[in-house]
Every structure is written in structure tokens, then in C-alpha cells.
């Protein structure tokens, strides 16, 4: 299918090898003044492999996520991204990435069709309507395009957002809790949508999110964020044995619920 | 450490590709989009200017037969508002559109996509220029008709004092938006304050030396004082002071560089401090 296509490097894209892992971060941490939102955190994703960020809110999920789109600049430590150092050359890796989270807009005066066109030139594409096109049609929007949208509903709106982020044929794909505030059967619809673009394309994914069900079925790795620090890492099935429960959901719970130190930081 | 793969010779490739035309389109199309749908604003943009040449016009008129001074400058005081105008809707035309994307809470989208801040800058600039066009274009031409001034009548001179004044609005622009991003919407006001503060040191309808002999060097470190002095020299018959216009291009690339890297500072501050994402409405 063409919308999944991986993207062919472009002069803005980076090249690195197949199997190097997509995101590096090396004792990375971020201090606001006196408030310590991340503490020295290290971890590796695997390039093709879906990676859920978890933790409750004020974890740290969010700066984290941040300073690997290169919007938030570290305090200590150093995030790399597709080969990018996130803080001196980030634009080549942002050329290779994209974003989509509920809680960024698009400006809402203008068409769904209006809006892929601007981002569109924004990644530099050479042919942006085809890509609108093809994008439309993969994610069911065609109806939409002429549509203002700030008048779509929550789950119009998502999959906009989506199409906004694979414009550019990303090879990395950070999502901000993906499904937040949708009907289940439309959240249904994006995980399905999600897991079958990261096959064809084989694309590497790093979501947060706090829908435990949606991290079982989506999600090769899981990295449990506490107090700015990460304190746990693993497939959803092996957290599950290893914390002796039935779901995530118990596992997050556990997790979240208990004090400081309880959980020694893994390593990457 | 271990092989990131590196950057390797695409990614050094891909910096050196610093600057798409295409993507600086993209900011621009954003801007055009909104103001395409939007005919109170288009309106609203060639309204004021308007108003104001009307109220200028009819104040002429009357000087015209009480001042010496102002009936020997034909039209010096038409011409004044309409240059101000430029200026003035330049600066506007940059921050507004910069508020724009506050406003939207668009900010996060754009600085996670490939475009530079100087594509930024140079969209918002280019913007600028078009919403100066629409607002004192229509001005400009009615004053023909109804009080029989032409702008357009000051040949290339026109052109020097035009580009000087948009130039000097993108610099403001610039200064505001970096302002803003750094201290919130809630000094969106700075967008009218600052160059007001400059209105009077400017000399736009009288000559520099009325003003106190202790704000006559502060005046003389701004263009646009340049420009207007140049402006009455052409209008009173004098020609264009070469010495006027070198000054204003000269203290206008000073500006302009300052101003560009106070927001490109500003950009990193709001990288340091997390803003990106937080600001809006």
C-alpha cells in the first residue's frame, strides 16, 4: 500500500543502519528550577519496535517525550534520535519523525485539506497533494478534507492528527496517548489502523498512553516511568509475570502505587 | 559508546540543506489560507489606513489654508500617515501572525517539523509584506481621488522609504514575538505598545528638530526618523539626502540582524524552559 511506504532518504533525511536503535537517551534529566521532572534516565528503543512510555500523571512522560522531539532541551544527559543529536542537528531527524498527541492543535479555522496541505510543505514534500490523496483514502478522512477543523468531532480530529503525522512517511512515530477520549470502537479503529501500518511499514513507534489494554495489544516493550525516574522495563507479558497479575493494568497500579526506591532503575 | 550509525555523509548533506523555500511556503500558505477565509479581516486590514488618510486628508485641507509649512509640502501630511502605515502594519502583520499560531496552540506542531526558525522568521516576514500591501495599497489609491495626493508621485524614493519602513516593521515584528514567547499572551499588548512608544521619536509629521535637543540623538539612532526626514526633503523639493537613506539602511540591518537574534534566543530560551508546548489560549 503506498501510504506505508517507508520514507526513500531525501537529502533532509538521515540514513543509519536498519537494526541501530531509533532513540538513545544517556542520563538525561530536566530540572525546572527546584523541580526535578526527569532524573537522569537512560534507554534505548529498538528501530521496527512499538515501545509504550507509562507512567501516572506528572511522571515524566510528557518532558520525556519532549526532549525527544527536540521542543524541550535537557538539563544533563543527551538524547540522540535516528542518528541525530536532539540538541545540535535536530532537523534531519525531524525530517524522519513525526508527532501526534490530542493536546497539540491543528489550527482549527482551517480545512482538514487546508492543513495537510501546510504541514505537507512544512516536511518538504514535492507532490503534496498524491500524498493527501493517499493518506485520506488509508485513513477514511476523504469526507473530511473540506471540513473545517476545529468542527470535526474527537475521533475525526485523531484521525486527522494521524494523517498530519505520516505525511512524511516517518520512520519514527511518537504518539501522545493516541486514543484519548475516543469511543471505544473508534480507539478500536486506531490501534488496528496502527498496528498495521507499524507492520507494513515497518516504522518503530513510542507511545504513552494510559490505556493499559491498548499497551498489551500494541506494544513489544514497556518502559514504567515514577517520579521523573524509569523504574521498570519490559514486555507487557514478562511485567506481567514478573509483578505476579493478570494485566497491565494491575502491573501499572503496583507500579505507580508504590513509594520511592521500591523499584530499582533499570538499565537500558 | 555505541554506533549510532552516526552522522553520516546524508545527514551532513541534510544540514547543510538548511533553508527550503518550500517549507517557508508552507508558513505562508498557513496565513494566506486564514485570511481567505476571512473577509472582516481583509476588510478590517485596508479599514483603518483608510480612516486614518480620510482624517489626515481633511486635517491638511484645513492647514493647507492656516500653515505655510504645510501647504508648501504638498500632501507631507497624507504621505506621512501613509508611510507610518507601512511601518505600523509591518510590525503587525509579523506578530500578529506569530500570535496567530499561539492563539492556535500551533506552536508545538511547527517546532516538531522540520522547519528552521529563520523559515519561521522569513514566512512571518514575507506575510508581513503581503498584509502591508492589502492595508495601505487601497489607502494609497483613494487618496488620489479624494485629496488629490499622490504616494506613488515620489518615484524611487517612494521605493527606498517603502522598503525601509517594512524592513524596520519585520524588526519590531520580531522583537514583539520573541517577547511573547518568551513571557506569554499576556503581553500580546506589546504588539501596539512598542511601536507607539516609537511614534513620537519618529518625527512622522514634524521635523526632528522640534523635538527636546536631549531626545534628538535617540531619534537619529532609529530609521524611521531617517525616513521621514528624507521624506519631507523629497516633498519640500530638496531631493533625497543621500546621507538620510545610508543612515536607514545601515541602522536598519542593525536592527534586523538584532532583532532576528533575539527571537532565534528567545526560540532556545522557550526550548530551555519547555513554552513550546504549553502556550495558547
Known amino acids: ?268 | 559508546m555505541r554506533d549510532l550509525g552516526g552522522e553520516t555523509g546524508a545527514v551532513r548533506a541534510a544540514t547543510a540543506a538548511t533553508f527550503s523555500w518550500r517549507r517557508v511556503s508552507g508558513v505562508l500558505l498557513r496565513h494566506l489560507y486564514v485570511l481567505r477565509r476571512s473577509v472582516p479581516r481583509l476588510l478590517e486590514l485596508a479599514y483603518w489606513p483608510t480612516v486614518q488618510m480620510v482624517l489626515w486628508g481633511f486635517i491638511t485641507q484645513f492647514f493647507s489654508q492656516h500653515s505655510s509649512w504645510v501647504a508648501s509640502g504638498a500632501g507631507v501630511l497624507v504621505t506621512a500617515v501613509l508611510l507610518w502605515d507601512v511601518l505600523f502594519r509591518s510590525n503587525l502583520g509579523v506578530a500578529l501572525s506569530f500570535m496567530e499560531e499561539m492563539w492556535a496552540r500551533n506552536l508545538g506542531q511547527i517546532f516538531v517539523s522540520p522547519l528552521r526558525p529563520i523559515e519561521l522568521v522569513v514566512g512571518l516576514a514575507v506575510m508581513g509584506g503581503v498584509r502591508t500591501l492589502i492595508a495601505v495599497v487601497p489607502a494609497a489609491v483613494l487618496a488620489m481621488p479624494l485629496f488629490d495626493v499622490s504616494v506613488f508621485a515620489l518615484g524611487l524614493p517612494l521605493a527606498a522609504f517603502f522598503a525601509n519602513l517594512l524592513i524596520f516593521g519585520w524588526s519590531l515584528g520580531m522583537l514583539v514575538s520573541g517577547l511573547i514567547l518568551r513571557l506569554g499572551l499576556g503581553a500580546e499588548s506589546l504588539a501596539w505598545v512598542v511601536i507607539f512608544a516609537l511614534a513620537p521619536l519618529s518625527g512622522v509629521y514634524y521635523p526632528i528638530d522640534v523635538l527636546p535637543s536631549l531626545l534628538q540623538p535617540i531619534a537619529y539612532a532609529l530609521p524611521t526618523a531617517w525616513v521621514f526626514e528624507g521624506m519631507r526633503a523629497v516633498l519640500f523639493g530638496d531631493g533625497l539626502p543621500a546621507g538620510h537613506l545610508a543612515a536607514a539602511v545601515l541602522l536598519n540591518a542593525l536592527y534586523a540582524c538584532a532583532a532576528g537574534a533575539f527571537f532565534l534566543l528567545m526560540v532556545q530560551r522557550a526550548r530551555e524552559r519547555g513554552l513550546l508546548l504549553q502556550q495558547g489560549e
Open chain 1, 1 to 268: 500500500m503506498p501510504f506505508v511506504q517507508p520514507q526513500p532518504p531525501t537529502a533532509d533525511a538521515p540514513a543509519q543502519p536498519v537494526t541501530a536503535p531509533v532513540i538513545v537517551a544517556e542520563g538525561v534529566s530536566k530540572h525546572f528550577r527546584n523541580v526535578v521532572a526527569v532524573d537522569t534516565i537512560s534507554f534505548e528503543v529498538a528501530a521496527g519496535a512499538t515501545t509504550a512510555l507509562l507512567g501516572g500523571n506528572g511522571a515524566g512522560k510528557t518532558t520525556t517525550l519532549s526532549m525527544l522531539l527536540g521542543l524541550l532541551i535537557p538539563t544533563a544527559g543527551r538524547v540522540t534520535v535516528l542518528g541525530c543529536d536532539m540538541v545540535r542537528n535536530r532537523f534531519p531527524a525531524l525530517a524522519a519523525m513525526n508527532f501526534s498527541s490530542p493536546y497539540v492543535d491543528l489550527p482549527r479555522r482551517l480545512t482538514v485539506r487546508e492543513n495537510l496541505s501546510v504541514y505537507a510543505r512544512m516536511y518538504d514534500l514535492a507532490a503534496p497533494g498524491e500524498r493527501i490523496g493517499e493518506l485520506a483514502a488509508a485513513l477514511d478522512i476523504e469526507g473530511l478534507l473540506d471540513r473545517t477543523t476545529g468542527a470535526l468531532s474527537a475521533g475525526q480530529k485523531t484521525r486527522v492528527v494521524l494523517a498530519k503525522s505520516l505525511l512524511n512517511r516517518p520512520r519514527l512515530l511518537l504518539l501522545d496517548e493516541p486514543t484519548a477520549s475516543l469511543d471505544p470502537d473508534t480507539g478500536d479503529w486506531v490501534r488496528s489502523f496502527l498496528e498495521r501500518y507499524r507492520a507494513e511499514s515497518g516504522a518503530s513507534i513510542l507511545l504513552a498512553s494510559h490505556n493499559m489494554a491498548e499497551v498489551e495489544r500494541l506494544c513489544d516493550d514497556v518502559l514504567m516511568m515514577r517520579a521523573g525516574r524509569i523504574v521498570d522495563r519490559g514486555a507487557p507479558g514478562e511485567l506481567i509475570r514478573r509483578y505476579g497479575r493478570q494485566t497491565m493494568e494491575e502491573v501499572f497500579l503496583d507500579i505507580a502505587r508504590s513509594r520511592d526506591g521500591d523499584a530499582a532503575p533499570v538499565p537500558a
